[in-house]
């Protein structure tokens, strides 16, 4: 049979089997080895539990625990039936009747009922209790872990690939979580079902024995009910091992190594605790009466294992200069050239996080920022220049900063050894309250120790290395203008034109500059509009080049190109909705503008000004209040000055003009700015 049969065949006709047990006699010898197969498996279980890194690594253990605990039900009725009509039930439970307890029925009922208390009331409880609660919070956390992959997707830290992948592991997280809570629920029936099989046995051989073969009091109990006993200790060693392993995959963090080594990494991690635990241990041999030796070899195997636990002291006191720039003895002119040359875009650490973009201490930060150049080339079709990082020693601890052209525009912390919980039940968690940097959400930075527990509240749990990639993203699409000059304009033309060059040809250098070129792409860009459509953006602009070279109109020929995706990208559910002027308003808005060296300006006297603004500005709040995003719609002739025009107050409010609306879907006015009449001073 080909392997891949098999496995697929191999746990149906197991079931089947499972169930055949329960109404067909088994000879002793086949139940021999099938409780050897039980016992066996169980370990395996309880191990594999132990070494998988994450509790989804193990999927199938719930289902494992329902196939397991039948297998165990089914042994137990084979062995009764063989234990009741025949006195033996193979050399297993014999042995476990006779040896294990040393032929005492009391013996066997105190070790059975130790065993029970040990699965039934500690571990078992335990870990439902544990599964119950990682189901409940598991679901509550859902949303929050599919905003944080969202925004990893977003900032381009992620493909589209890698979020759906997350996405099936958050939902197979929920799935598991909910299946443990049921399987949980097995493993303690299991526990009482272990109980009244027990007792039914004792009562039935003794009953058998008696009063069925005739035997003597004496007989029947080391006949039958011995044999009971031994039955209910083989079926409860592998029931206590599942119980375990329950209790094992409920409790396990994400880690990158087996449950063993997290655990004795993270026990031998410190000297201190080892020390006076050892110190403590010798210190036992003073007590009157207490053997010396047992207490002297635990107390200096502690002491032992200090030597080789690491000293944080000591790693704390490593200097980190990771990034230090090493001076050259024989520098040349060119070299200090090289020097002042001022980056476009940097980011400075300080001193104590330069860890960010070790590869040695984990540090993933430059492979992080090499996606988000990806992402933000795919997104506003602008390859951003290859970011500088460097330490920085005047910044203060656990901070970072970033630069545009020498020039700092944001700042931001990452301490060490902690990750940003972002939320609204963070009391309870303890840590540094903080501000989330991009969208000024509350925020708590906490130990990277307390990550499961800020999930399971609910709380969306940011890495340090996402934090600065968002922040940077962000800083990257508001700057985007800024950080395309003249030769990336070059190099995005040079694109171009191998696949369309009759395009490049008529543009520039026959019409246009590359510089007014470039004007022209940073005006889109300033007002949030992606240039990957640059064939499209070269054909309007050419076109409207043989007529004029104003900036304003070439940018408007543009728009008008790009209306659909322009649009597209402020429409909700097929809807646009807008805020609108009053007619007359727009007249004499269009009367008042003027004509300056920065582009054409809307000189409205104070009053009106502060009047529209605050129009503006209230109907604004009111749409965004609804859980609705307007923009602001207006003539093509004064779209660009109405834009400077709100742009101090209100930067991130589109305005739109009423052509870019031709053919999309449906409009919904949000309000009109009304127009009043000026008084007439007398």
């Known amino acids: 049979m080909p392997p891949k049969l098999l496995t697929k065949l191999g746990v149906p006709v197991g079931i089947v089997f499972i169930v055949v047990m329960l109404v067909v006699p088994l000879p002793a010898i086949v139940l021999d080895l099938l409780i050897a197969l039980n016992i066996v498996g169980a370990l395996l279980i309880l191990l594999t539990a132990m070494f998988v890194h994450r509790p989804l690594d193990f999927a199938a253990f719930p289902a494992v625990i329902l196939v397991m605990t039948l297998f165990r039900l089914a042994l137990n009725v084979s062995a009764t039936r063989l234990v009741l009509l025949d006195g033996f039930a193979g050399k297993v439970i014999d042995t476990f009747g006779h040896f294990v307890v040393g032929g005492s029925l009391i013996v066997g009922l105190i070790v059975f009922a130790i065993l029970l208390v040990i699965q039934f009331v500690v571990i078992t409880n335990g870990a439902g209790r544990v599964a119950e609660v990682g189901a409940r919070f598991t679901l509550d956390a859902m949303p929050g872990k599919q905003m944080a992959i969202d925004a990893d997707l977003n900032s381009g830290l992620i493909d589209e690939d890698e979020a759906r992948k997350r996405r099936r592991e958050v939902h197979a997280e929920a799935d598991f979580?909910?299946?443990?809570?049921?399987?949980?629920?097995?493993?303690?029936?299991?526990?009482?079902?272990?109980?009244?099989?027990?007792?039914?046995?004792?009562?039935?051989?003794?009953?058998?024995?008696?009063?069925?073969?005739?035997?003597?009091?004496?007989?029947?109990?080391?006949?039958?009910?011995?044999?009971?006993?031994?039955?209910?200790?083989?079926?409860?060693?592998?029931?206590?091992?599942?119980?375990?392993?329950?209790?094992?995959?409920?409790?396990?963090?994400?880690?990158?190594?087996?449950?063993?080594?997290?655990?004795?990494?993270?026990?031998?991690?410190?000297?201190?605790?080892?020390?006076?635990?050892?110190?403590?241990?010798?210190?036992?041999?003073?007590?009157?009466?207490?053997?010396?030796?047992?207490?002297?070899?635990?107390?200096?195997?502690?002491?032992?294992?200090?030597?080789?636990?690491?000293?944080?002291?000591?790693?704390?006191?490593?200097?980190?200069?990771?990034?230090?720039?090493?001076?050259?003895?024989?520098?040349?002119?060119?070299?200090?050239?090289?020097?002042?040359?001022?980056?476009?875009?940097?980011?400075?650490?300080?001193?104590?996080?330069?860890?960010?973009?070790?590869?040695?201490?984990?540090?993933?930060?430059?492979?992080?920022?090499?996606?988000?150049?990806?992402?933000?080339?795919?997104?506003i079709g602008i390859v951003i220049p290859p970011l500088r990082t460097r330490d920085s020693l005047e910044l203060p601890a656990q901070t970072y900063a970033i630069k545009l052209f020498g020039v700092e525009v944001a700042r931001g912390e990452a301490p060490r050894g902690q990750v940003l919980a972002i939320g609204e039940y963070l009391g309870s968690l303890p840590g540094t309250p903080t501000r989330e940097p991009v969208f000024g959400l509350d925020a708590k930075w906490i130990a990277q120790e307390l990550r499961s527990q800020a999930e399971l509240s609910g709380a969306t749990v940011v890495d340090r290395t996402s934090v600065i990639t968002t922040h940077l993203a962000e800083v990257v699409n508001q700057h985007a203008a800024r950080l395309l000059g003249r030769e990336d304009v070059r190099l995005l033309t040079d694109v171009v034109k191998r696949t369309h060059p009759v395009v490049v040809e008529e543009l520039t250098p026959t019409q246009l500059s590359l510089g007014e070129v470039q004007r022209v792409l940073q005006s889109l860009l300033d007002e949030g509009i992606s240039i990957r459509d640059l064939v499209r953006i070269f054909e309007a602009i050419s076109l409207r080049a043989a007529v004029t070279k104003d900036v304003d109109t070439l940018v408007e020929s543009a728009r008008m190109a790009l209306g659909p995706a322009i649009v597209a990208q402020h429409t909700s559910g097929n809807t646009v909705h807008v805020i609108s002027f009053d007619p007359r308003l727009e007249q004499q808005m269009l009367e008042a503008q003027r004509q300056t060296e920065a582009g054409m300006i809307i000189a409205l006297d104070p009053d009106t000004a502060q009047r529209v603004l605050t129009q503006v500005d209230h109907l604004v709040r009111e749409a965004q209040n609804s859980n609705t995003h307007p923009v602001v719609v207006c003539a093509p002739q004064i779209r660009a000055s109405l834009r400077r025009f709100l742009r101090p107050t209100m930067a991130r409010v589109p305005v739109l003009s009423y052509s870019e609306l031709v053919g999309t879907g449906q409009i919904a006015s949000v309000g009109v700015v009304a127009h009043e009449p000026l008084a007439v001073a007398r």
Do not use: H
């Open 177 to 379: 979580y909910g299946a443990m809570d049921g399987a949980s629920k097995f493993v303690k029936g299991d526990a009482i079902a272990a109980i009244i099989i027990t007792l039914v046995n004792l009562i039935g051989g003794f009953a058998v024995g008696v009063a069925q073969n005739g035997m003597s009091f004496s007989d029947a109990i080391n006949t039958y009910s011995l044999l009971s006993v031994g039955d209910g200790l083989v079926s409860q060693i592998p029931a206590l091992l599942l119980s375990v392993a329950t209790g094992l995959i409920v409790t396990r963090n994400t880690g990158e190594d087996d449950m063993g080594s997290d655990i004795v990494r993270q026990v031998m991690a410190r000297q201190m605790p080892l020390r006076v635990a050892g110190f403590g241990g010798l210190a036992l041999c003073l007590i009157p009466g207490l053997p010396k030796l047992p207490f002297i070899i635990a107390g200096g195997l502690m002491l032992l294992a200090s030597t080789r636990a690491e000293s944080p002291e000591g790693n704390e006191a490593e200097p980190e200069n990771a990034l230090a720039l090493t001076a050259s003895e024989n520098e040349t002119p060119e070299d200090l050239a090289q020097e002042i040359q001022i980056d476009p875009l940097a980011l400075d650490l300080s001193a104590d996080i330069v860890d960010l973009v070790d590869p040695a201490s984990g540090g993933d930060l430059l492979n992080r920022v090499k996606a988000l150049r990806r992402k933000i080339a795919s997104d």
